[in-house]
């Protein structure tokens, strides 16, 4: 073969074949020592490199990035740790509460107090009069005034995050006197739509709509299965007052 054919051999070589070689023979340059020394590459500083160096530069990126990385994983493996010691006193405060009222309270404590949050509600929809006056962070309203200012909000079992509009906002937290400006919100679903569970931030943004609300369903999911019977045994309550001032009259 002489030096013509060799060099039109070579041209015909593309780069993406050379890549594929060298890819599939990650040893070549082991008895290439003099080939290694020949190779420069670029640099940002505007000299060239060896290979060996840009290699050895390409790693401790990779280290450093993976170093990155391993921090954030840390960080966010301790917040989700904190958010789930503060959900499980939460939980435990809301299992030992005796009446709607001491759930309410415990809840605007936690959200408050432990969480940071500005407020909290629960809306329990429900046309049954209770034995109970609501108080705090316990609203009671009709099925279908809550149909007609929440809307399509009621329709899934997850928490919905983000802006909502200032008539829905107001429905939300109705005794604010500082506006909520963001909210998350899950609907309470036991079989049947018992009420809402909702958070807000005076800070614009706080909850947004790619916002994760893991724990906001595991307290939510736990309210669920509470307030059906806690509501029953209230109406309950109720019965035997209302008969006996029928009855009177």
Known sequence: MDDQTAQKKAGALTREQ????????????VEQDELLRQ?????????????????????????DTLRHELVELVSIARHNDRLFEKTKRLLMQVIEATSLNDLAAAIDDSIRGDFG?????????????LAVSPEGALHVVAPDEAQARLGNL??????????FDESERSFLFPDRVE??????????RHNELVG??????????????????????????????????MLQRH??????????VAESR
């Not at 506006?179 to 309470?188: D, K, N, R, Y």
């Not at 800070?203 to 736990?222: H, K, N, R, V």
């Open 117 to 129: 949050l500005d407020a909290a509600s629960v809306l329990l929809f429900t046309d049954r009069p």
């Open 235 to 244: 109406a309950e309550a109720l019965e035997p007052i209302t008969e006996a």
């Open 154 to 163: 009621l329709e899934g079992d997850r928490a919905v995050c983000g802006h």
């Open 39 to 63: 190779l420069t590459l670029p640099h940002d500083s505007g000299r060239a490199i060896s290979l060996v160096e840009r290699q050895v530069h390409l790693f401790r990126e990779q280290r």
């Open 18 to 29: 050379v890549a594929d070689y060298l890819r599939n023979h990650p040893d070549f340059f």
């Open 179 to 188: 506006p909520v400006v963001s909210v998350a919100l899950v609907p309470l």
């Open 196 to 229: 809402v569970f909702a958070v807000g931030s005076c800070e614009p943004g706080y909850f947004d709509q790619s916002m994760g609300a893991l724990f906001l369903t595991y307290i939510s999911d736990t309210l669920s299965r509470l307030l059906t019977p």
